[in-house]
């Protein structure tokens, strides 16, 4: 199994919803990563988790809040988010120096 | 920190070989990685590079010079399909933080 999978695939909420991006893999990868990916743009690196433990946040708005329940799983939790917010949201996980593999992303609208 | 710097477009004739050029400032450089991306799909990995030199994978070559910053991937015999973004991305030593560039669109015509 080399697939990342991210649920749901699209998402439109309000600005004061509170929803929750999944991401899983069964690749037994100890990094998981979340990226932010506008229209014509690369991805942004927001959170990366380490042995389940958050080693890196990107400065990231506290409306973002990632959690990782255990070495497969991978959530972001997604609170009071601004139209601004909208975009692609891709995982990713990999050995510790490994390349990454990507799920399809989930693409949020916020209105 | 990381700076990663890459051209943005080039279009190129079916058949033809391209070259994508990207170099990087880093303050820990633990590799160098090339990932393509079709319009509204995930980046797919394509290469990785640690060591000077050149990786050689089917139609795909990347090269990379540490003592320059630099890394090129090379594409031969260009088919439409590899009509794509191409990302460089620079991995830091020590917090797994792998950082994008911009990217350089590819565009094949017949």
């Known amino acids: 199994d080399t697939e990342v999978t991210q649920t749901p695939k699209h998402l439109v909420m309000g600005m004061t919803n509170k929803k929750s991006l999944k991401c899983e893999q069964h690749?037994?990868?100890?990094?998981m990563y979340w990226y932010k990916q506008k229209a014509k743009k690369p991805p942004e690196l927001m959170f990366v988790?380490?042995?389940?433990?958050?080693?890196i946040n990107e400065s990231v708005p506290s409306r973002f809040s990632p959690e990782c329940p255990n070495s497969s799983l991978l959530n972001l939790h997604l609170h009071a988010l601004q139209p601004e917010d909208s975009a692609l949201y891709l995982c990713?996980?990999?050995?510790?120096?490994?390349?990454?593999?990507f799920g399809e992303g989930s693409r949020l609208t916020v209105l | 920190g990381q700076n990663i710097d890459q051209p943005t477009e080039m279009t190129a004739t079916e058949g033809a070989i391209v070259q994508i050029n990207c170099t990087y400032q880093t303050s820990g450089f633990n590799g160098l990685f090339w990932y393509q991306q079709h319009a509204g799909e995930a980046p797919t990995f394509l290469s990785y590079n640690v060591l000077d030199g050149l990786e050689e994978k089917g139609r795909f070559s990347s090269f990379l010079s540490r003592s320059k910053g630099y890394s090129y991937l090379l594409l031969k015999e260009l088919q439409m399909k590899d009509s794509a973004s191409y990302l460089c991305a620079v991995r830091n030593r020590g917090n797994n933080r792998l950082a994008f560039g911009k990217g350089n669109q590819v565009v094949v015509i017949p």
């Open positions: 988790y380490s042995y389940e433990k958050l080693s």
């Open positions: 990713a996980s990999s050995q510790v120096n490994g390349e990454l593999f």
């Open positions: 690749m037994g990868h100890r990094a």
